[in-house]
Structure formats: structure tokens, C-alpha cells
């Protein structure tokens, strides 16, 4: 009888639950209010910057390449949501982004545009167009809400669809866990959940167009994925790739995308 009555409120939760996106426009299950999760965003991404060797943008080149890139990919998604009346989506994001020294081929966006580059990647980013493909990458996958949709899915299995306050109140640790593991988030995680083929697919759409938006050649997003492909073949797959598969097709799919991509690019920005 509990069980009934547990699964009928989680059901109950579900149907609540499902928002539209801003950008698709599709039905999602969101369980989680995006406000919640981009205050835990503030504190996680604290907390790593604090415990993680951050490269002062004043003093080296690629700190300072990182955020002008992410500057650029951020006026690109403000002028994108604002042509389309949609600017208050974006209320409640404050965009930063660091650079940190460690090796691993990483790169991730909390919510409310939370951003990290590990200086790992910056060999197979080797360009800056590579290097907005990837942010732009990670920021879409923001934007498109697929670590809330994550998220929601892990509380749902793992701490049976409480509320986040509930779940960081009672269970402190994994809540931790599930968050970090549902945005990509550093090599302590026990488990990195990869994003779905759907919604690497539609990180990749968006991610072009704010590449292209931004003034970068889309196009270098191609050399960009072959290079990651080439690593996969290597003893230790990057990280990047362990929560952002790549699979054969990726190419093609990029390639069928780029005509849409084009249309936005102006070399040197809008
Ligand atoms: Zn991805």
C-alpha cells in the first residue's frame, strides 16, 4: 500500500514535472526547479575553483583565450534568446569561466552558466573555433536542461523523486554526488553518467550556431570531434568522452547540421 501510494505521487510528480524547454520547445521531465539547481551550481562551482588549481586569466594567454571565448558564445546566446523574445529564460544566469590546470581532456557548464576548462583539452582543441565548439557544446547542454532532466532521473531512482532541499537536507553526500555526476563534474565521481546519443546530438545543433554566432568557423568543430575520436582508440578514453560519447556517426550528424550553422556565421562576430 505504501508502495502504491508512494508510486502514484511520484507519478503525480512526473506529470507536474514535465516543462516545456525554451530553445526546443519540447516536453521534458524536469523535476527540478532550474533556480534551485543554479544556486547549487553557485556553491559546487565554489567549492571546485577552491580546491582545483585555477589559472589566473590576467596572467596567461589560454585563461584569458577561455573567457574571451566564453564572453563571445555568451553574447551570442543573449542575442539569440532576445531575437527571440525569449531573454528572461535566462534570468538567473551569471556566466563565468575558468581555466584549471589538470590534464584530464574535460570541460563542463553548471547551471546558470557555470563553465570550466581543464587545460587537458587545449592540445585537441589546438584552435580557438575548436575551443568555442566545446564550450559552446557544454553550454547548450546547459541551456537544454539535460543535467536537470539527469538530475531528476537520479533522485527519482536513487532517493525516490524527493524535493532537492529534501535530498541535500537528508542525504547530503549523494545529492552531491548525483549533481556532480549529472553535469560531468571532475574525476572524484563515483559514477559520470554519459548524456544520452539524443541529447549530445542536440548539444551539438546549438552548439554550432552559438560557435558560428560567436564569429568562429563552425566548421572547425569537425577536426575538433575527429581528434577526440582518435584519442578514444588510446589505453585511458578522455573524460569528455566518457560523459559525451562519440560514436561514428557524429561526424555526418555535424555535417548535416552545418548548412543550418552557416547561416548564422560572421567571421569576427555579430
Ligand atoms: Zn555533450
Redesign the pocket.
Known amino acids: 500500500m505504501i508502495q502504491k501510494i508512494t508510486s502514484f505521487f511520484i507519478v503525480t510528480a512526473l506529470l507536474v514535472a514535465c516543462s516545456k524547454n525554451a530553445l526546443t520547445g519540447k516536453n521534458q521531465l524536469t523535476l527540478l526547479p532550474e533556480a534551485e539547481l543554479q544556486t547549487m551550481a553557485t556553491q559546487e562551482y565554489q567549492q571546485f575553483l577552491s580546491t582545483n588549481k585555477v589559472v589566473a586569466a590576467s596572467a596567461n594567454r589560454d585563461a584569458e583565450m577561455v573567457r574571451r571565448v566564453g564572453q563571445r558564445i555568451t553574447r551570442a546566446v543573449e542575442k539569440y534568446y532576445a531575437d527571440k523574445g525569449l531573454s528572461e529564460k535566462l534570468n538567473g544566469y551569471k556566466w563565468e569561466y575558468n581555466l584549471v590546470n589538470d590534464p584530464a581532456v574535460n570541460a563542463w557548464c553548471m547551471p546558470g552558466g557555470k563553465i570550466v576548462v581543464y587545460t587537458g583539452i587545449l592540445p585537441v582543441t589546438q584552435n580557438e573555433a575548436a575551443l568555442a565548439a566545446v564550450m559552446g ?1 557544454e553550454v547548450s ?1 546547459a541551456l537544454l536542461q539535460h543535467g536537470n532532466q539527469r538530475m531528476s532521473q537520479g533522485l527519482l531512482q536513487q532517493l525516490g523523486g524527493v524535493a532537492l532541499s529534501v535530498a541535500v537536507a537528508n542525504k547530503p553526500a549523494e545529492t552531491q554526488n548525483l549533481f556532480l555526476g549529472a553535469y560531468g563534474v571532475g574525476s572524484n565521481v563515483a559514477v559520470l553518467l554519459p ?1 544520452s546519443r539524443k ?2 546530438l542536440e ?1 551539438d545543433r546549438y552548439g554550432l550556431i552559438w560557435t558560428a554566432m560567436a564569429g568562429y568557423n563552425p566548421q572547425e568543430a569537425i577536426g575538433l570531434w575527429e581528434r577526440m575520436e582518435k584519442l578514444s582508440n588510446g589505453q585511458k578514453p578522455p573524460e569528455f568522452l566518457s ?2 560519447p562519440a560514436e561514428g556517426r557524429r561526424i555526418d550528424q555535424l555535417n548535416k547540421y552545418m548548412p543550418e550553422a552557416m547561416t548564422y556565421y560572421k567571421p569576427g562576430g555579430n
Open positions: 557544446h547542454h548524456f541529447h549530445e548539444a560523459t559525451h
